[in-house]
């Protein structure tokens, strides 16, 4: 299934052969499974552990000496003393991806190092699509009259519902997290916003990709994203246009955001 590593592969190359890597797999899977009539809790439980596997392998292969934090993983103790930490999600999006048909379902792999997302990619296998930090995105400029918010399927985020009705926002449902971030990143949407929580493995690479894109990245009070902390949950995540960003921050702060600026 893997490709031999390309030798002196960066950790952005590493990041997307990964991602696009696993995505195939994912995709084999998947189909493999529909076509024997597999039940949706097979399709996606299989998949999830493929993906993980691969992931934390060729990791331990290629990159010894770095911790991994994976959603289907246990606890590697390792990440709270070190340097480089992998942060992956092995298949985001398990509800979409037991859906015959869907393609809003991802992958995500990024490096935490000394402090700051350094790399990272997001694949969108079902759609034989990656965003990746080297080479960046290209952000598409934006013609639209009237901002197009990304959100939930399954139901509307209390932030996702008041930025919408400040900014007179269209309204687009995807299912993951990092399908929502990469609708931003290639002009199919402007704003993603999320509160309510998900986990780190959730938003680190989509956030270095949308940053890598020029795009704005933070929690909804405006304040930066920390990743690899003790505790995985995160409560909030903001991608949007640079130039959307002081009118999502207002409407969902206002008064307090411009007394008490996010340091």
Same mark, same amino acid.
Request: proline fraction near 7%; hydrophobic fraction near 45%; include cysteine.
């Given at each position: ?11 952005? +190359? ?42 934390? +392998? ?206």
């Amino acid at each position: 299934m893997s490709t031999p590593p390309v030798q002196h592969e960066t950790d952005a +190359q590493l990041a997307t052969r990964l991602a696009v890597e696993a995505g195939r797999l994912l995709v084999q899977l998947r189909d493999d499974h529909f076509s024997r009539g597999a039940p949706a809790w097979q399709v996606m439980d299989n998949g999830d552990l493929a993906s993980h596997r691969f992931l934390v +392998q060729a990791l331990q292969e290629l990159r010894a000496d770095d911790a991994v934090l994976s959603e289907e993983g246990v606890e590697d103790p390792r990440r709270f003393t070190a340097d480089r930490v992998w942060i992956v999600d092995p298949l985001d999006g398990t509800n979409e991806y037991g859906e015959r048909g869907r393609h809003d379902w991802a992958v995500h792999v990024a490096l935490w190092e000394t402090g700051r997302l350094s790399a990272g990619a997001v694949s969108l296998p079902a759609l034989d699509m990656v965003f990746a930090t080297d080479p960046a995105p290209a952000l598409p400029p934006n013609e639209r009259e009237r901002p197009r918010l990304v959100t939930s399927r399954t139901r509307n985020p209390p932030a996702a519902v008041v930025v919408a009705n400040a900014l007179g926002c269209d309204a687009v449902r995807l299912g993951s997290a990092g399908a929502k971030a990469m609708a931003v990143v290639v002009g199919e949407a402007d704003i993603y916003v999320h509160d309510g929580g998900m986990y780190q493995w959730d938003s680190a690479a989509p956030a270095v990709v949308a940053e890598a894109a020029g795009l704005h990245v933070s929690r909804i009070d405006g304040s930066p994203l920390v990743y690899n902390q003790r505790d995985p949950w995160l409560p909030d995540f903001l991608v949007c246009r640079k130039e959307l960003a002081d009118g999502v921050l207002d409407a969902l702060w206002g008064d307090r955001r411009r007394r008490f600026p996010a340091r």
